[in-house]
């Protein structure tokens, strides 16, 4: 960085003497002309152009996300009436230095920048019009020079359709026809995995995929140019990178915009060289598998499906019926074992036909969406949230705070009582119902697999939970004798049940670590102070309805948890994910990071500045937030006048902000200052502050003569 930096402010020198006259001419090892595909112009027929580039050897230029450089910019001067777009940019490659060091991303050689011109349809007949352009590159090798040209294409105008010009048609076609593009017969999915994201290209059948290994190429600095990739084979033709993350990108940032680009290319004979990626990620992760382990992962899912359904028959609304239901299939068989094991492979029917409807409501969704899956419903805060409160309250009952299941047991024993074999089917339907809310650690990665997978895989998955859970009735019914090794119920059980909630708070701390990727600062920590109220209300509710309370404790107890469920979830329900497109169209204030160089960039820009010192540990300053940046007069007076906002976190050990606030004789947080247009000095804020203070600091300034036209 420190080298490249020197090879620019060199550079920049050579432009600076070069535009003041005292250099007469800077060297330039890139040759720049403006061609066409065809040799003719028709009224509003679009023209195809490209800037040809010519390199020097060693020599290069840089594409739209140039990593250090600075990209190629081509400025248009056309006649009246003509419109130009953008320029199509080929897959760049990685460039380096002589010292092998990565310096970013870029063209070497020969290369054609395509750009589509329209002339206007109403283009007068003449012999010719002629099209120029400035171009501008910065070209490096190990030292930086910019390069500029001014350019001129000359065509005549016809009414005839134009014909392709011999020398630059088919390589411009053959630019255009490897431009990095989505491509049907890939699928491309990715998904945040703490500092980094996971990418996976995916072939939607079999292909010739060369050995080579990909590279990525961020389009907006998403992924460092010069950080290094993890690519893995998925043993499918595919590919699943692991991209570390920019340290300076915030957390919201929702897409991955880039280039998957090989050199052998993504199809057999070297065609399609890149494919587009513009990607949602996704909250949720998955496993760069090697070659055999696709197959292998089934099974382990299914193992883990059927311990999962097995482990169920352990909790306490499930177990204590366990052996009297089976002695009811033997008195409702009336001994005869032949229509014992009957009874029991009706009531496995039953529990199949449950998971099997889940599974088909599943394959239903999936119909109606693209890609619908757990990890697509885990991209919504919404639904994120939901899950942790509805984990959190299941572990709370599990844990013993409050009981709720019983009488779905006590209708499941009238209900196994009916004769015939209608009455085990129905028995089974409602063992599952019963199971709903128990968990086990082994349940949840299988019903998560059965979410991400093929229909077929989710019908197996399913089938592979219920068999689990049906198995002791129908193994008992086949041997009913093993009925007494049951173990007996007892203490032993409640002892079990309160464990395997542990599994169940886990899974509430992940999906909250989930949606702090997804809402604001503020918005999260919302969110976990309803889970504290949410818990207080099923708490009140357990306390004050334990059987034999009396009606007045009952009514008290169910108005807690409505009045404390409904504040607790009100006040922590996402409002929105914290992307800063998505706050600022919702009329929020966007936070840039403060350092000395950003407050010295925008008052050079002549832009007024907030900026707010602060720490997620300091509740004074959280006080300040809630107070001041939510007020919907404080957030229409930034906005209105453009106010640039930065926010120095303290949170963790900071040296600069820590000089910072020394520079002013401060040692703490909150620490508000106001730089103004015009001023030497910023005006310094109290600690507690109010929306009438920080618009008064404003104002005042509006009124000083010192202040500068600014904005």
């Not at 099209?131 to 910065?138: K, R």
Request: proline share 7%; hydrophobic share 50%.
């Amino acid at each position: 960085m420190i080298s490249f930096l020197l090879r620019l402010f060199l550079a920049c020198t050579l432009a600076a003497v070069t535009s003041s006259g005292v250099v007469a001419a800077v060297p330039s090892h890139v040759t720049a002309s403006l061609v066409a595909a065809d040799t003719s112009i028709e009224p509003g027929r679009p023209v195809l152009v490209a800037l040809r580039l010519v390199h020097d050897a060693t020599w290069h230029t840089y594409w739209k996300n140039p990593g250090t450089g600075l990209p190629t910019t081509i400025t248009w001067h056309l006649p009246p009436g003509w419109t130009a777009g953008e320029i199509q940019w080929p897959a760049p490659q990685l460039l380096y230095d002589s010292r092998k060091n990565i310096v970013g991303h870029g063209f070497e050689g020969e290369v054609f920048l395509p750009v589509t011109l329209t002339p206007p349809t109403d283009l007068a007949l003449a012999p010719e019009v002629t099209i120029t352009a400035a171009a501008d590159w910065l070209m490096c090798q190990d030292l930086c020079i910019p390069g500029k040209a001014d350019l001129a294409l000359t065509l005549p105008v016809a009414r005839e359709v134009p014909k392709a010009d011999s020398v630059w048609s088919a390589k411009i076609h053959r630019t255009l026809e490897n431009l990095p593009r989505p491509d049907p017969a890939w699928t491309v999915t990715a998904a945040r995995e703490g500092k980094a994201i996971r990418l996976r290209v995916t072939p939607a059948r079999s292909t010739e995929v060369p050995a080579q290994e990909p590279h990525f190429f961020s389009e907006d600095g998403l992924i460092p140019f010069d950080a290094p990739q993890s690519v893995v084979a998925d043993g499918k033709g595919g590919f699943v990178f692991t991209l570390p993350v920019s340290p300076d990108v915030p957390t919201g940032v929702s897409q991955l915009k880039g280039v998957v680009a090989s050199e052998a290319g993504w199809w057999a004979g070297g065609r399609q060289p890149a494919l587009r990626v513009d990607a949602q990620i996704s909250a949720v992760s998955f496993a760069a598998t090697a070659p055999a382990a696709t197959a292998t992962s089934l099974v382990t899912t299914l193992f883990l499906a059927v311990a999962g359904g097995l482990i169920l028959n352990l909790m306490p609304c499930v177990f204590p019926v366990l052996g009297i239901k089976i002695l009811g299939f033997v008195n409702q068989a009336g001994h005869q074992r032949r229509k014992v094991v009957a009874h029991g492979l009706t009531f496995t029917l039953g529990v199949l036909v449950s998971f099997w409807s889940l599974a088909g409501v599943l394959a239903i969704l999936r119909a109606g969406g693209d890609q619908l899956g757990w990890g697509f419903q885990l991209q919504s805060p919404v639904f994120v949230y939901g899950l942790a409160l509805l984990m959190l309250v299941f572990a709370l009952n599990m844990s013993g705070v409050f009981e709720f299941g019983l009488r779905a047991t006590a209708v499941g024993g009238e209900l196994q009582s009916r004769d015939g074999y209608a009455g085990s089917f129905f028995t089974g339907i409602l063992a599952t119902v019963v199971a709903t809310p128990c968990s086990a650690p082994f349940l949840a990665p299988a019903l998560g697999a059965a979410l991400a997978v093929s229909t077929v895989e989710s019908f197996t998955i399913f089938t592979a939970i219920g068999l689990g859970l049906s198995m002791p009735y129908l193994l008992l019914s086949i041997f009913p004798a093993a009925v007494k090794m049951l173990p007996r119920p007892g203490a032993w059980m409640e002892t079990f049940k309160q464990f395997m909630a542990f599994p169940l708070y886990a899974t509430t701390a992940f999906l909250m670590w989930v949606l702090a990727a997804q809402t604001s600062e503020e918005g999260f920590r919302g969110a976990l102070f309803s889970l504290v109220l949410v818990a207080m209300a099923v708490w009140s509710y357990g306390r004050w309805t334990a059987p034999g309370a009396s009606p007045g404790r009952v009514r008290l107890g169910v108005g807690a948890l409505v009045f404390l469920g409904t504040v607790g979830i009100w006040s922590g329900w996402p409002r929105g994910i914290s992307t800063a497109a998505d706050a600022a169209a919702r009329g929020e204030i966007v936070w840039e990071p403060w350092s000395p160089e950003s407050v010295a960039r925008y008052r050079a820009e002549g832009r007024s500045i907030y900026v707010d010192f602060t720490a997620r540990w300091c509740a004074t300053c959280q006080t300040n937030k809630k107070l001041v940046f939510a007020s919907q007069e404080v957030k229409e007076f930034l906005a209105r006048e453009r106010v640039v906002t930065l926010r120095g976190d303290w949170t963790n050990k900071n040296p600069q902000i820590t000089a910072e606030l020394a520079a002013y004789q401060r040692s703490a947080v909150p620490f508000n200052v106001i730089w103004l247009p015009g001023r030497a000095s910023p005006a310094i804020l109290p600690e507690l502050l109010t929306p009438g203070i920080v618009l008064e600091a404003f104002q005042q300034n509006v009124q000083s003569p010192a202040h500068g036209t600014g904005n």
